[in-house]
Protein backbone atom coordinates (compact mmCIF):
# COMPACT_ATOMS: atom_id res chain seq x y z
CA UNK A 1 0.00 0.00 0.00
CA UNK A 2 1.14 3.57 -0.73
CA UNK A 3 1.22 6.14 2.06
CA UNK A 4 -0.78 8.82 1.97
CA UNK A 5 0.61 11.78 -0.57
CA UNK A 6 3.73 9.25 -1.41
CA UNK A 7 3.99 8.06 -5.33
CA UNK A 8 5.32 4.99 -6.75
CA UNK A 9 8.55 5.96 -9.14
CA UNK A 10 11.68 4.54 -10.94
CA UNK A 11 14.94 5.47 -9.34
CA UNK A 12 16.06 7.01 -12.54
CA UNK A 13 13.03 9.55 -12.41
CA UNK A 14 14.75 10.59 -9.06
CA UNK A 15 18.06 11.03 -10.06
CA UNK A 16 20.59 10.55 -13.12
CA UNK A 17 22.64 7.76 -13.50
CA UNK A 18 26.56 8.21 -14.29
CA UNK A 19 25.86 12.25 -15.72
CA UNK A 20 28.78 13.99 -17.99
CA UNK A 21 31.89 14.80 -17.17
CA UNK A 22 32.56 18.41 -15.20
CA UNK A 23 34.45 20.76 -16.57
CA UNK A 24 37.89 21.36 -15.94
CA UNK A 25 38.27 23.55 -12.47
CA UNK A 26 40.60 27.07 -13.05
CA UNK A 27 43.32 25.45 -10.59
CA UNK A 28 43.04 22.45 -12.52
CA UNK A 29 43.10 19.90 -8.93
CA UNK A 30 40.23 17.35 -8.08
CA UNK A 31 39.64 14.93 -5.19
CA UNK A 32 39.97 11.39 -6.21
CA UNK A 33 38.72 8.21 -4.51
CA UNK A 34 39.52 4.67 -5.07
CA UNK A 35 37.16 1.82 -4.18
CA UNK A 36 39.31 1.20 -0.98
CA UNK A 37 38.55 4.47 0.14
CA UNK A 38 34.88 3.86 0.74
CA UNK A 39 33.89 1.72 3.91
CA UNK A 40 31.22 -0.97 3.69
CA UNK A 41 29.23 1.08 6.04
CA UNK A 42 28.71 3.65 3.29
CA UNK A 43 31.10 6.83 4.27
CA UNK A 44 34.13 8.39 2.64
CA UNK A 45 37.83 7.10 4.17
CA UNK A 46 39.74 9.88 2.81
CA UNK A 47 40.60 11.62 -0.73
CA UNK A 48 43.67 12.19 -2.28
CA UNK A 49 43.92 15.57 -4.05
CA UNK A 50 44.92 15.21 -8.49
CA UNK A 51 45.24 16.91 -11.04
CA UNK A 52 42.14 17.36 -13.51
CA UNK A 53 43.83 16.37 -16.86
CA UNK A 54 45.70 13.32 -15.15
CA UNK A 55 42.51 11.58 -13.65
CA UNK A 56 40.04 13.28 -16.39
CA UNK A 57 40.18 10.01 -18.93
CA UNK A 58 39.55 6.65 -17.93
CA UNK A 59 37.97 7.33 -14.66
CA UNK A 60 34.13 8.05 -13.25
CA UNK A 61 33.37 11.55 -12.35
CA UNK A 62 31.37 12.92 -9.65
CA UNK A 63 30.50 16.32 -7.89
CA UNK A 64 29.44 17.13 -4.52
CA UNK A 65 26.53 15.80 -3.42
CA UNK A 66 26.47 12.49 -5.87
CA UNK A 67 26.11 9.61 -4.63
CA UNK A 68 28.61 6.93 -5.03
CA UNK A 69 27.72 2.63 -5.30
CA UNK A 70 30.25 0.15 -6.14
CA UNK A 71 28.42 -1.68 -9.47
CA UNK A 72 30.91 -5.25 -8.87
CA UNK A 73 30.77 -8.10 -6.87
CA UNK A 74 31.18 -8.08 -3.87
CA UNK A 75 31.62 -4.41 -3.01
CA UNK A 76 28.42 -3.84 -4.10
CA UNK A 77 27.15 -6.60 -2.07
CA UNK A 78 28.83 -5.75 0.79
CA UNK A 79 27.85 -1.88 1.13
CA UNK A 80 30.64 0.05 -0.45
CA UNK A 81 29.27 3.42 -1.35
CA UNK A 82 29.32 6.63 0.01
CA UNK A 83 27.47 10.38 -0.34
CA UNK A 84 30.38 12.97 -1.28
CA UNK A 85 30.75 16.42 -0.37
CA UNK A 86 33.39 18.48 0.13
CA UNK A 87 35.61 17.57 -2.82
CA UNK A 88 37.82 19.87 -4.12
CA UNK A 89 36.69 22.11 -6.42
CA UNK A 90 33.73 20.39 -5.92
CA UNK A 91 34.69 17.99 -8.24
CA UNK A 92 36.06 14.07 -8.14
CA UNK A 93 36.82 11.20 -9.96
CA UNK A 94 37.50 7.67 -9.04
CA UNK A 95 37.12 3.77 -10.06
CA UNK A 96 35.62 2.72 -13.45
CA UNK A 97 33.59 0.81 -10.81
CA UNK A 98 31.03 3.30 -9.47
CA UNK A 99 27.55 4.15 -10.68
CA UNK A 100 26.84 7.76 -9.69
CA UNK A 101 23.93 8.63 -8.69
CA UNK A 102 22.48 12.60 -8.70
CA UNK A 103 19.91 13.83 -7.43
CA UNK A 104 17.29 15.42 -9.99
CA UNK A 105 15.30 18.81 -8.54
CA UNK A 106 12.89 18.02 -6.19
CA UNK A 107 14.88 14.52 -4.79
CA UNK A 108 16.71 15.16 -1.60
CA UNK A 109 20.35 13.88 -2.24
CA UNK A 110 20.68 12.47 1.30
CA UNK A 111 17.51 10.45 0.07
CA UNK A 112 18.93 8.74 -2.62
CA UNK A 113 21.78 8.03 -0.81
CA UNK A 114 19.88 6.66 2.34
CA UNK A 115 17.71 4.61 -0.65
CA UNK A 116 20.51 3.02 -1.75
CA UNK A 117 22.03 1.90 1.75
CA UNK A 118 18.60 -0.55 2.21
CA UNK A 119 18.93 -4.34 2.51
CA UNK A 120 16.21 -4.60 -0.24
CA UNK A 121 17.93 -2.22 -3.19
CA UNK A 122 21.06 -4.64 -2.71
CA UNK A 123 19.65 -8.26 -3.00
CA UNK A 124 17.54 -7.15 -5.82
CA UNK A 125 20.76 -5.89 -7.35
CA UNK A 126 22.82 -9.34 -6.30
CA UNK A 127 19.76 -10.92 -8.24
CA UNK A 128 20.22 -9.04 -11.28
CA UNK A 129 23.71 -8.86 -11.75
CA UNK A 130 24.87 -9.45 -15.06
CA UNK A 131 28.65 -10.38 -15.93
CA UNK A 132 31.11 -13.57 -15.52
CA UNK A 133 31.88 -15.06 -12.43
CA UNK A 134 34.24 -13.12 -10.48
CA UNK A 135 32.90 -9.39 -12.36
CA UNK A 136 29.57 -9.72 -12.08
CA UNK A 137 27.84 -6.10 -11.83
CA UNK A 138 24.70 -4.37 -10.95
CA UNK A 139 23.80 -2.43 -14.29
CA UNK A 140 22.78 1.02 -14.62
CA UNK A 141 19.46 -0.07 -15.56
CA UNK A 142 18.67 -1.76 -12.65
CA UNK A 143 19.01 1.07 -11.33
CA UNK A 144 17.16 3.60 -13.71
CA UNK A 145 14.28 0.74 -13.26
CA UNK A 146 14.27 -0.24 -9.34
CA UNK A 147 10.91 1.05 -7.87
CA UNK A 148 10.71 3.69 -4.88
CA UNK A 149 7.75 4.78 -3.14
CA UNK A 150 8.93 7.91 -2.78
CA UNK A 151 7.43 11.21 -0.54
CA UNK A 152 7.44 15.04 -1.01
CA UNK A 153 10.51 16.72 -0.86
CA UNK A 154 9.62 18.32 2.10
CA UNK A 155 9.30 14.47 4.21
CA UNK A 156 12.45 13.31 1.98
CA UNK A 157 14.71 16.11 3.68
CA UNK A 158 12.98 15.58 7.35
CA UNK A 159 13.47 11.75 6.83
CA UNK A 160 17.31 12.44 5.45
CA UNK A 161 17.58 14.60 8.49
CA UNK A 162 16.97 12.07 11.21
CA UNK A 163 18.72 9.03 9.71
CA UNK A 164 21.55 11.56 9.34
CA UNK A 165 21.37 12.36 13.24
CA UNK A 166 21.91 8.27 14.10
CA UNK A 167 25.00 8.22 11.43
CA UNK A 168 26.46 11.39 13.59
CA UNK A 169 25.76 9.39 17.04
CA UNK A 170 27.52 5.78 14.85
CA UNK A 171 30.44 8.07 13.97
CA UNK A 172 31.24 9.89 17.24
CA UNK A 173 30.74 6.78 18.83
CA UNK A 174 33.11 4.86 16.41
CA UNK A 175 35.51 7.79 17.15
CA UNK A 176 35.15 6.84 21.11
CA UNK A 177 36.25 3.54 20.53
CA UNK A 178 39.31 4.10 18.74
CA UNK A 179 40.53 6.36 20.92
CA UNK A 180 39.38 4.38 23.97
CA UNK A 181 41.98 1.46 22.41
CA UNK A 182 44.41 4.22 21.31
CA UNK A 183 44.31 4.94 25.22
CA UNK A 184 44.39 1.38 26.39
CA UNK A 185 47.11 0.73 24.16
CA UNK A 186 49.38 3.62 25.15
CA UNK A 187 48.26 2.15 28.59
CA UNK A 188 49.56 -1.10 27.90
CA UNK A 189 52.87 0.04 26.40
CA UNK A 190 53.24 2.10 30.18
CA UNK A 191 52.01 -0.20 32.60
CA UNK A 192 53.69 -3.81 31.02
CA UNK A 193 57.34 -2.10 30.53
CA UNK A 194 57.27 -1.03 34.15
CA UNK A 195 57.59 2.99 32.73
CA UNK A 196 54.11 3.82 34.83
CA UNK A 197 54.07 2.24 38.00
CA UNK A 198 50.08 2.23 40.19
CA UNK A 199 50.01 2.47 43.47
CA UNK A 200 49.73 -0.15 45.99
CA UNK A 201 46.62 -0.23 48.18
CA UNK A 202 48.45 -1.65 51.30
CA UNK A 203 50.84 1.04 51.49
CA UNK A 204 49.24 4.09 49.45
CA UNK A 205 52.24 4.24 47.66
CA UNK A 206 53.64 3.69 44.00
CA UNK A 207 55.07 0.05 43.72
CA UNK A 208 58.69 0.05 43.62
CA UNK A 209 61.66 -2.28 42.93
CA UNK A 210 63.08 -3.72 40.17
CA UNK A 211 60.98 -6.11 37.48
CA UNK A 212 62.14 -10.05 36.91
CA UNK A 213 62.93 -11.06 33.56
CA UNK A 214 61.44 -14.10 33.25
CA UNK A 215 61.37 -16.79 30.35
CA UNK A 216 57.63 -17.56 29.47
CA UNK A 217 57.73 -21.31 29.65
CA UNK A 218 59.56 -21.04 33.45
CA UNK A 219 56.44 -19.30 34.69
CA UNK A 220 53.61 -20.84 32.11
CA UNK A 221 53.14 -23.73 30.31
CA UNK A 222 51.72 -23.81 27.13
CA UNK A 223 49.89 -27.12 26.19
CA UNK A 224 49.53 -28.25 22.22
CA UNK A 225 46.33 -28.70 20.99
CA UNK A 226 45.55 -31.64 18.53
CA UNK A 227 44.84 -31.76 14.95
CA UNK A 228 41.55 -34.03 13.89
CA UNK A 229 40.94 -35.63 10.81
CA UNK A 230 37.27 -35.18 9.27
CA UNK A 231 35.92 -38.51 10.27
CA UNK A 232 36.79 -37.58 14.17
CA UNK A 233 34.40 -34.61 14.41
CA UNK A 234 30.98 -35.91 15.28
CA UNK A 235 26.93 -34.54 15.71
CA UNK A 236 27.10 -34.69 19.71
CA UNK A 237 29.84 -34.21 22.11
CA UNK A 238 32.33 -32.34 23.43
CA UNK A 239 32.82 -29.07 21.49
CA UNK A 240 35.96 -28.21 19.87
CA UNK A 241 37.02 -24.49 19.87
CA UNK A 242 38.72 -23.25 16.57
CA UNK A 243 39.83 -19.85 15.60
CA UNK A 244 36.62 -18.78 14.28
CA UNK A 245 34.54 -19.81 17.67
CA UNK A 246 36.95 -16.94 19.19
CA UNK A 247 37.54 -14.59 16.67
CA UNK A 248 33.53 -13.94 16.08
CA UNK A 249 34.18 -15.04 12.37
CA UNK A 250 31.93 -18.13 12.77
CA UNK A 251 30.60 -19.72 16.23
CA UNK A 252 29.24 -23.38 14.89
CA UNK A 253 31.08 -25.53 16.43
CA UNK A 254 32.41 -28.82 15.91
CA UNK A 255 32.38 -31.42 18.31
CA UNK A 256 34.19 -35.00 19.49
CA UNK A 257 33.81 -37.60 21.49
CA UNK A 258 37.22 -38.85 22.03
CA UNK A 259 38.63 -39.55 25.14
CA UNK A 260 41.95 -37.03 25.85
CA UNK A 261 44.15 -36.49 28.54
CA UNK A 262 43.09 -33.92 31.01
CA UNK A 263 45.47 -31.01 29.67
CA UNK A 264 43.82 -31.03 25.92
CA UNK A 265 40.47 -29.77 28.20
CA UNK A 266 39.88 -25.97 28.63
CA UNK A 267 37.43 -24.74 31.09
CA UNK A 268 35.33 -21.31 31.88
CA UNK A 269 38.24 -18.68 32.53
CA UNK A 270 40.87 -20.46 30.76
CA UNK A 271 43.58 -18.78 28.94
CA UNK A 272 43.56 -19.33 25.69
CA UNK A 273 46.16 -18.26 23.07
CA UNK A 274 45.76 -18.37 19.18
CA UNK A 275 49.27 -18.93 17.23
CA UNK A 276 48.31 -19.14 13.54
CA UNK A 277 46.82 -17.11 10.89
CA UNK A 278 45.54 -15.37 13.79
CA UNK A 279 47.31 -14.23 17.04
CA UNK A 280 46.48 -13.12 20.12
CA UNK A 281 45.58 -14.20 23.70
CA UNK A 282 41.51 -15.37 24.41
CA UNK A 283 39.88 -16.08 28.19
CA UNK A 284 37.30 -18.75 26.82
CA UNK A 285 34.21 -17.68 28.58
CA UNK A 286 32.14 -21.30 27.75
CA UNK A 287 32.02 -24.60 29.64
CA UNK A 288 34.19 -27.79 29.06
CA UNK A 289 35.84 -28.25 25.67
CA UNK A 290 38.69 -29.05 23.39
CA UNK A 291 41.00 -26.59 21.84
CA UNK A 292 42.25 -27.35 18.26
CA UNK A 293 46.02 -27.46 17.42
CA UNK A 294 45.92 -23.48 16.24
CA UNK A 295 45.42 -22.95 19.95
CA UNK A 296 47.74 -23.14 23.00
CA UNK A 297 46.47 -23.27 26.61
CA UNK A 298 48.61 -21.34 28.59
CA UNK A 299 48.67 -22.32 32.66
CA UNK A 300 50.09 -19.58 34.83
CA UNK A 301 51.89 -21.04 38.00
CA UNK A 302 49.97 -20.24 41.10
CA UNK A 303 51.87 -17.41 43.19
CA UNK A 304 54.38 -16.43 40.74
CA UNK A 305 52.08 -14.91 37.70
CA UNK A 306 48.12 -13.95 37.29
CA UNK A 307 46.43 -15.27 34.50
CA UNK A 308 44.32 -12.07 33.50
CA UNK A 309 48.29 -9.98 33.80
CA UNK A 310 49.61 -12.91 31.41
CA UNK A 311 46.74 -11.92 28.68
CA UNK A 312 47.48 -8.53 28.67
CA UNK A 313 51.08 -9.47 28.31
CA UNK A 314 50.53 -12.05 25.18
CA UNK A 315 48.28 -9.29 24.13
CA UNK A 316 50.83 -6.47 24.36
CA UNK A 317 53.93 -8.93 22.90
CA UNK A 318 52.16 -10.13 20.07
CA UNK A 319 51.67 -6.57 18.79
CA UNK A 320 55.46 -5.91 19.32
CA UNK A 321 56.14 -9.20 17.74
CA UNK A 322 54.11 -8.49 14.42
CA UNK A 323 55.28 -4.99 14.22
CA UNK A 324 59.06 -6.49 14.40
CA UNK A 325 58.17 -8.93 11.44
CA UNK A 326 55.51 -6.91 9.83
CA UNK A 327 53.00 -9.06 9.74
CA UNK A 328 55.68 -12.29 8.56
CA UNK A 329 57.67 -14.90 10.04
CA UNK A 330 55.13 -15.34 13.26
CA UNK A 331 53.34 -18.07 10.79
CA UNK A 332 55.72 -20.44 11.88
CA UNK A 333 55.87 -19.94 15.31
CA UNK A 334 56.60 -22.67 17.95
CA UNK A 335 56.06 -23.84 21.73
CA UNK A 336 59.75 -23.69 21.87
CA UNK A 337 59.81 -20.21 20.86
CA UNK A 338 57.01 -19.03 22.99
CA UNK A 339 58.57 -20.84 26.19
CA UNK A 340 61.73 -18.84 25.34
CA UNK A 341 60.54 -15.41 25.31
CA UNK A 342 61.66 -13.38 27.65
CA UNK A 343 59.26 -11.34 29.79
CA UNK A 344 59.19 -8.36 33.40
CA UNK A 345 57.76 -9.87 35.69
CA UNK A 346 56.54 -7.56 38.54
CA UNK A 347 55.34 -9.04 42.11
CA UNK A 348 51.78 -10.61 42.01
CA UNK A 349 50.59 -7.70 43.63
CA UNK A 350 51.83 -5.22 41.28
CA UNK A 351 50.35 -7.91 38.05
CA UNK A 352 46.90 -8.34 39.51
CA UNK A 353 46.44 -4.12 40.15
CA UNK A 354 47.98 -3.78 36.13
CA UNK A 355 45.65 -6.43 35.14
CA UNK A 356 42.71 -4.33 36.83
CA UNK A 357 43.29 -1.10 35.38
CA UNK A 358 43.72 -2.51 31.75
CA UNK A 359 40.42 -4.91 32.57
CA UNK A 360 38.63 -1.42 33.69
CA UNK A 361 39.70 0.09 29.84
CA UNK A 362 38.25 -3.34 28.40
CA UNK A 363 34.78 -2.82 29.83
CA UNK A 364 34.75 0.49 29.04
CA UNK A 365 35.38 -0.31 25.20
CA UNK A 366 32.76 -2.89 25.47
CA UNK A 367 30.04 -0.46 26.96
CA UNK A 368 30.53 1.48 24.16
CA UNK A 369 30.52 -1.16 21.87
CA UNK A 370 27.32 -2.11 22.62
CA UNK A 371 26.06 1.11 22.19
CA UNK A 372 27.19 1.44 18.71
CA UNK A 373 25.68 -1.96 18.47
CA UNK A 374 22.60 -0.76 19.63
CA UNK A 375 22.53 2.76 17.32
CA UNK A 376 22.96 0.70 14.32
CA UNK A 377 20.29 -1.75 14.74
CA UNK A 378 17.97 1.33 15.84
CA UNK A 379 18.96 3.13 12.46
CA UNK A 380 18.40 0.27 10.34
CA UNK A 381 14.56 -0.30 12.32
CA UNK A 382 13.98 3.44 11.73
CA UNK A 383 15.37 3.48 7.96
CA UNK A 384 12.95 0.94 6.86
CA UNK A 385 10.54 2.16 8.45
CA UNK A 386 10.99 5.46 7.33
CA UNK A 387 11.69 4.99 3.81
CA UNK A 388 8.56 2.44 3.41
CA UNK A 389 6.13 5.06 5.02
CA UNK A 390 5.08 2.82 7.74
CA UNK A 391 6.09 5.77 10.16
CA UNK A 392 5.30 9.16 9.18
CA UNK A 393 7.60 12.55 10.50
CA UNK A 394 6.17 15.75 11.06
CA UNK A 395 7.07 18.09 8.47
CA UNK A 396 7.29 21.57 9.52
Not at 157 to 169: F, G, H, V
Request: net charge positive; proline share 4%.
Amino acid sequence: MVPNGWEVKKLGELCSLNPKKPSKPDDGVVSFIAMPQLSESGKVISTKIKPYDEVSKGFTSFVDKDVLVAKITPCFENGKGALVDNLENGIGFGSTEFHVLRAKKGTHPEFIYYLTRTKELRVKGEMNMQGSAGHRRVTADYFNAYKVVTPPYSEQRKIALILSTWDNAISTTEKLIETSKQQKKALMKQLLTGKKRLVNQETGKAFEGEWEEVLQGDVATFHNGRAYKKTEWEEQGTPVIRLQNLTGRGTEFYYSTLELPEHQYCTKGDLLYMWSATFGPAIWKGDKAIYHYHIWKVSCKPNQLSKQFMFYMLDFETQKWMSQSNGMGLLHITKTTMEKQLIGLPSIAEQQKIASVLTSADKEIEVLEAKLAHFKQEKKALMQQLLTGKRRVVVE
